[in-house]
């Protein structure tokens, strides 16, 4: 409804005017496009922490049961419920979809389009405060009488309709609550990517130019917007059934409660290619500036990532294949799940062809992307076994499942913003990254990733299943070697949690002391690297940048530099 | 962006001409709306499909529960009128917005108060069937209505602030044409789910 006035106010940020703002107001009421998103990334970072403390503490119950953890205390069944539910909603809802998509969003979009701002920036921070309270909210629900929800991150009722079967009223209600403040923050966020990369191009920069990054990211705010009215039509529903007591989803009532999962996965698949597009922007944006070579098929990238998003609203139904839907039903959604490996497959055979006869520089963020391209390779092929309505029967609700979305949003939410951190840290604070410990870093984490996950694997083709607090009372789950596999992917865990730290004294230490990074450390060609670093408010104080061509131009045989920004005419022919 | 021979020639004699810039093609105000009202869509696609498996899917004689009061079918019809003319007024108004204000002012205000009126009439209908024993609780069919025509009306209602707005300006003078596009776009929305919702769940 402030549509006009926040029009108002994108024309005042056209002065460019710089004021010396006090520190409430810069970080509290910024429109600044820049600080909103470093409020998204830290945000993040920062739930992050939350997401990563919780699976610490029920990994060690799960290796270790009955074990007083340190830092944790002793974990209660309980407890249990609750930290494998907060770490999965934090790890998606607080983690990934704010680094990966509002953070960069915020950050890239308007710069590497070439203008100054978001089209609505007083919706844009908007987004933002609606998104930190979303996240109070979630905090705060760990303290409420009966503590955070304990349904699993994708609430199935009946358990999560009334508080009598999850023993957690307030808590489930809190948790809906800011899912929901969430999804609005990043509904206000989508439009104004849409429309700022419709409607604020530079000028000279046409469709096809746009560099894959930001497509991608439009790509993903449409699915994000097609598929998330569903879900919280089915947010409401519940929210009803657990403080009005109607009965939507209580079959006690009359209620059907597979109608729930039907409303949560129409939009919790898409979810899965809201962040994966992103990430595989990222990537296409770094390897081509790391093998010094064009992005081989810009085109049909863009293509196969339309049509992965078309298609990603037609498989939700294989989360359901053992619950009680009809057989033939199962059929379809089997046949459209395996399709949709066609389009990721092509995207990945798309990067090696970049790669292929590149002159490949193995930076910090191109070990990143190379891993991602690998590891979520790993991800997807496991997907189809599971894709297969027959296997999945076998597989459902063991640790497989587990390792398989781990293998895809591992890659997704950690290995894609560690590349996209490390590749666009210079911009963003105008400083370097130290390589050495960022490689030591990418290793640390890389190897017990896999050390963490592949045994997981091993456990779930042998029917560990994954909702158990104590297998010491499944004897069927305690035979030969599965509790050292168990101990062995916890050991992992610590390690890989250990090397974070690495990362973290990294960062801080560069913000504030790291080497002074020149405008275009990587020699790229996109139009965020014209911009000084890190960018001044209004973005690009010589003017708004004129664009002359594709963002890929790399070693190009009649120049002399290997790149060629997008912002440099042709050379005057006499 | 057509470019003749002779631009062309001189392209090459000279430097490159400084790129045109991008028109928008549909401005933003409204291209921002449109975005909010295709999420909006979906929402109550997720609800109406959710009510017509739910339907479907009850057992016999039990949709609505027996002793309890069925939807007024033929009184919404006067409602649906008044909010489809409201709609059409508004289309009108918007077209006469571009060659006189001053005429269109008086639709813009009409169709307001047909959206008012429409409202009304709903909030009138439900005091008749909370009285007469259908409440979100008492069944499903009820716990439905009051979720989905519930939510209509909350939108309408948004819409109807906007819109009001708009019409203060217009009558002003002082109208900027984002609110009152913005606002148009998503009264259009309201008018359009309605029918939809009348033909699902009344019938």
Not at chain 2, 3 to 8: L, R
Request: aromatic share 16%; charged share 10%; hydrophobic share 55%.
């Amino acid at each position: 409804m402030s549509t006009a006035a926040a029009h108002a106010e994108h024309d005042h940020a056209h002065g460019h005017a710089h004021h010396d703002e006090g520190f409430i107001k810069k970080y509290l009421w910024s429109t600044d496009h820049k600080i909103i998103a470093m409020q998204y990334l830290f945000t993040g970072i920062f739930m992050a922490f939350i997401g990563g403390f919780t699976v610490y503490a029920f990994r060690m119950q799960l290796a270790f049961p009955g074990m007083s953890v340190p830092g944790y205390g002793r974990v209660t069944a309980t407890d249990y419920n609750a930290l494998v539910t907060t770490h999965g909603s934090v790890m998606i809802f607080w983690v990934a979809m704010p680094v990966l998509i509002a953070a960069l969003g915020n950050y890239l979009i308007p710069l590497m389009i070439g203008c100054d701002d978001m089209v609505f920036p007083r919706l844009n921070r908007l987004s933002y405060q609606l998104f930190l309270l979303s996240s109070i909210v979630l905090i705060a629900s760990f303290y409420v009488p009966g503590g955070a929800f304990g349904g699993a991150w994708t609430s199935y009722p009946p358990l999560s309709a009334k508080a009598e079967y999850s023993l957690t009223g307030l808590g489930s209600s809190m948790w809906l609550f800011a899912v929901a403040l969430e999804f609005a923050a990043f509904l206000l966020g989508g439009i104004n990517f849409i429309t700022t990369v419709m409607n604020s191009r530079a000028p000279g920069m046409k469709m096809f130019d746009v560099p894959i990054v930001v497509w991608m990211i439009i790509i993903a705010s449409i699915l994000f917007m097609a598929s998330v009215g569903p879900l919280i039509a089915g947010a409401v529903m519940l929210l009803f059934d657990q403080q009005l007591g109607t009965g939507f989803f209580d079959p006690a009532k009359g209620g059907d409660p597979v109608l729930w999962q039907h409303l949560f996965w129409f939009f919790g698949h898409p979810e899965v290619y809201v962040v994966l597009l992103p990430a595989m922007g990222i990537v296409a944006e770094i390897i081509t500036v790391f093998s010094r070579k064009k992005l081989f098929a810009y085109k049909t990238v863009l293509y196969t990532a339309i049509g992965t998003g078309v298609l990603s609203f037609f498989v939700w139904a294989h989360h359901q294949f053992i619950a009680g839907i009809d057989p033939r039903m199962a059929n379809v959604f089997s046949v459209t799940t395996l399709l949709i490996s066609i389009p990721v497959a092509e995207m990945v055979f798309v990067y090696i062809g970049t790669l292929y006869g590149g002159s490949i520089r193995l930076t910090t963020p191109m070990l990143w992307a190379l891993a991602f391209i690998a590891e979520f390779l790993l991800g997807g092929v496991t997907g189809i076994f599971l894709g297969a309505s027959g296997a999945d029967i076998y597989f459902h609700d063991t640790y497989f499942v587990i390792a398989h979305f781990h293998y895809t949003f591992f890659p997704i939410a950690f290995i894609g913003s560690f590349a996209a951190i490390t590749y666009w840290f210079p911009k963003m604070f105008g400083k370097m990254m130290n390589e050495t410990w960022g490689k030591v870093h990418f290793w640390g984490t890389i190897i017990p990733f896999n050390a963490i996950f592949i045994p997981l694997f091993l456990l779930g083709a042998r029917g560990d299943h994954r909702r158990i607090y104590d297998y010491r009372h499944f004897p069927d789950l305690m035979k030969a070697g599965m509790q050292d596999l168990r101990v062995f992917a916890t050991l992992a865990l610590l390690v890989l949690l250990a090397f974070q730290v690495v990362f973290l004294v990294n960062l801080f230490y560069s913000i504030f002391r790291g080497e002074k990074a020149s405008a275009n450390p990587w020699n790229a060609n996109t139009l965020e690297w014209q911009a000084p670093s890190p960018p001044p408010h209004g973005n690009f104080p010589q003017g708004l940048p004129n664009v002359y061509r594709g963002p890929y131009e790399y070693s190009h045989p009649d120049r002399q530099d290997d790149y060629w920004p997008q912002t440099e005419p042709d050379a005057a022919k006499s | 962006m057509a470019t003749t021979a002779s631009a062309v020639m001189s392209q090459v004699m000279s430097p490159r001409p400084l790129p045109e810039a991008n028109r928008p093609v549909v401005p933003s105000a409204v291209l921002g709306t449109l975005i909010f009202v295709v999420a909006e869509v979906m929402f109550f696609v997720g609800m109406i499909s959710a009510f017509t498996i739910s339907r479907a899917g009850a057992p016999a004689g039990t949709w609505p529960v027996p002793g309890q009061p069925t939807l007024p079918a033929e009184a919404t019809a006067l409602n649906t009128v008044a909010l489809v003319l409201s709609g059409l007024l508004l289309l009108v108004g918007q077209v006469l917005f571009a060659k006189k204000q001053a005429a269109a002012k008086w639709l813009v205000l009409a169709a307001w108060g047909l959206g008012v009126a429409f409202v009304g009439l709903q909030g009138r209908e439900w005091s008749q069937l909370l009285s007469a024993g259908l409440t979100m609780t008492s069944s499903r069919l009820g716990a439905f209505f009051y979720l989905i025509v519930g939510m209509h009306g909350l939108h309408a209602i948004g819409a109807l602030v906007a819109l009001g707005l708009a019409a203060l300006q217009l009558l002003r003078d002082r109208l900027e044409g984002g609110l009152f596009f913005g606002a148009q776009v998503f009264w259009y929305f309201v008018v359009l789910m309605w029918p939809i919702i009348y033909a699902r769940v009344y019938f």
